[in-house]
């Protein structure tokens, strides 16, 4: 019994030890590990930043519409909900919420077609491309 | 920029340990080492909660390394006035015993990968998981941001998953360390996970330490620091691994409050418990269990004298909730569109077990992420190894605390009004992550030590 007592501390110290080792591995081959490089995060937050200098200081609501919006448009909702998460995160502590019904609007847009889909859904607007699919909307302008 | 945002919180950390010193007065090497960890959580979460007061009480934001260095001084004229101000003499003699050496140096190797992760993470997710973005950043970020306006962080209209009613010892904690720096430095966050998850393993291992052996200790914390789940859940920048820190912080120091018959301790157990709930919202049933919990293993009879000294702890981060709930009207996700008559029905719903069974025997086989079932394993170890019989009856009834815990997680998953095959694909692998480091304790305190089988 001695013998299997050491045995099975050896082992489950050793097999601890083997996991933690993966661990290291999973953590060393993750990519951008170059510090330079920027997380998706903070690529995300480069994109969408932009729109801040378009739009008066005073603006404390951003309406949201993406490919999700689109009729019949084909989207991976993962996806389309970490953008509009994001998007969110890099304009705090403004609001972002969701559709059309706000002055100043966010697009993000990867699908064609979506200007035939505002036109149907906005009686009057401009269109601002910022670039990487993202749209500044500014409804009904003066 | 990672140092400065460690040294920013360095006053929090000294108030901690004096505060864990002023009310336990051991002197041996292993509680010297947990009160340095007690006071991580200790330090943290009282000044997020002093830093909440400012918050309400007077304009802006500063003054949070005042608060910090405020709550020192204080903490060091209690222990002058209490003649505690040293650690006193001690000695303490290195066992060279292989029992004892090989864990110690396994666990050495296990820290220094975990840190190296933790290290690693911090440069690849600096901004955290999903969750961080959508809740617990977004809110510093939010407060930080609005200045004076600070109230207006919990509007409704940021963002549907925001769940306001969250509490803040994360999001303050983080504001002030920006507030301090002047900016939003990235690493801030990342330092506060890395805290917690440290001073978690630490306050394993000390416990463990001082209630059975070194070598038990090691093997307990390398087990600890080498789950994969559990490393990965901590780099997320999110409330689980300072909420799981609390309650092990609690159930430690309720231990070793029925061993040494220690009001003290007891009130810093209700202090940890306090703060698990100023942490995330499932600490509160945490503090409904330990109070249980003093009554059943102090005994009825002395609940005059316990649960006051519990209470006594609480006291400061429930006030501080309270007010939170009262100026951030915020309704609870669980209970909006879940009355009594929802909530009854799915009480008696027999699919509703099935579904939560379902999903529960698999994440209890894959519980951390490890490749081989660690609980498996560790029946298998503790078959082994024996059960060691302890007079202590906190010990032995340990188990209790997780138990409970558990229990109520279930419970919630019955009443959610979410979809329940979301809900439990979503959360449940993070909860029974709250409750394993509680568990691994439960398990170490039973389980003979290297030392007890092999000198047989």
Not at chain 1, 71 to 100: F, I, S
Not at chain 2, 300 to 327: E, H, M, Q, S, Y
Not at chain 2, 419 to 427: A, F, G, I, K, V
Request: proline share 5%.
């Amino acid at each position: 019994m001695q013998r299997l007592r050491i045995i099975a501390m050896i082992g489950l110290i050793g097999f601890s030890l083997f996991v933690a080792i993966n661990n290291g591995m999973a953590a060393r081959s993750r990519p951008q590990q170059n510090p330079a490089s920027d997380d998706a995060v903070s690529k995300w937050e480069k994109r969408i930043k932009p729109v801040l200098k378009r739009v008066p200081d005073n603006t404390e609501i951003f309406g949201y519409v993406a490919d999700w919006d689109l009729p019949n448009a084909q989207y991976n909702l993962v996806d389309q909900e970490t953008e509009y998460t994001l998007t969110q995160y890099a304009l705090a502590p403004r609001a972002v919420q969701p559709g059309l019904d706000h002055e100043w609007i966010i697009g993000n847009f990867t699908k064609p077609g979506f200007e035939d889909w505002l036109d149907q859904n906005l009686p009057a607007y401009e269109v601002d491309e910022i670039g990487f699919g993202i749209y500044l909307i500014h409804r009904n302008p003066q | 920029m990672i140092l400065q945002s460690f040294a920013v919180f360095g006053f929090a950390l000294l108030a901690g340990i004096g505060l864990i010193h002023l009310f336990w007065e051991n002197n041996d090497p292993w509680a010297i080492l947990l009160k340095f960890f007690l006071g991580i959580g200790a330090g943290l979460g009282i000044t997020s909660c002093l830093y909440f007061l400012r918050l309400l009480l007077f304009p802006g934001q500063g003054g949070f390394i005042l608060i910090q260095a405020g709550l020192l001084g204080c903490i060091l004229v209690a222990l002058m006035v209490r003649k505690r101000l040293s650690f006193g003499k001690f000695s303490y003699r290195v066992n060279t015993s292989l029992v004892q050496i090989l864990p110690g140096l396994a666990l050495i190797a296990v820290l220094a990968v975990a840190m190296y992760y933790s290290i690693a993470f911090a440069r690849i997710a600096p901004h955290g998981d999903y969750d961080a973005q959508a809740i617990w950043n977004l809110r510093a970020r939010s407060i930080y941001r609005l200045g004076d306006a600070w109230e207006q962080a919990f509007s409704p209209l940021i963002n549907r998953n925001f769940h306001m009613d969250y509490p803040l010892l994360i999001p303050l904690s983080v504001v002030g360390g920006w507030n301090t720096l002047g900016s939003e430095v990235l690493r801030v966050p990342s330092v506060i996970s890395i805290l917690f998850l440290f001073g978690m393993a630490g306050i394993m291992f000390a416990g463990i330490a001082g209630l059975r052996s070194g070598s038990q200790a090691s093997i307990a914390t390398l087990i600890l620091l080498a789950t994969p789940g559990l490393l990965l859940i901590s780099t997320f920048q999110t409330a689980d691994i300072p909420l799981t820190y609390f309650f092990l912080a609690s159930a430690t120091l309720f231990i070793l409050a029925s061993n040494q018959n220690s009001r003290g301790l007891l009130c810093l157990s209700g202090l940890m418990a306090g703060m698990a709930a100023w942490t995330k919202n499932e600490g509160l049933p945490f503090i409904l269990i330990m109070a249980v919990c003093t009554m059943v293993i102090f005994g009825v009879r002395r609940v005059r004298d316990t649960l006051p000294a519990l209470l006594a702890g609480l006291a400061f981060p429930l006030v501080t909730i309270v007010l939170f709930k009262i100026n951030i009207s915020a309704s609870n996700d669980l209970f909006t569109n879940n009355g009594l008559q929802e909530i009854a029905s799915k009480l008696f719903d027999p699919s509703r077990y099935l579904q939560i069974a379902n999903h529960l025997l698999p994440e209890l086989i894959r519980l951390g992420e490890w490749p081989i079932s660690i609980i498996v394993l560790l029946l298998i170890y503790g078959w082994i190894m024996g059960a060691r019989k302890s007079s202590s009856a906190a010990e032995r009834l340990s188990w209790l605390i997780p138990a409970s815990q558990f229990i109520i997680y279930m419970f919630i998953y019955l009443i959610t009004p979410y979809d329940l095959e979301w809900h439990t694909s979503y959360s449940m692998s993070r909860l029974l992550i709250h409750i394993f480091p509680l568990s691994l304790l439960s398990f170490f305190l039973f389980v003979n030590t290297p030392e007890t089988v092999l000198n047989k």
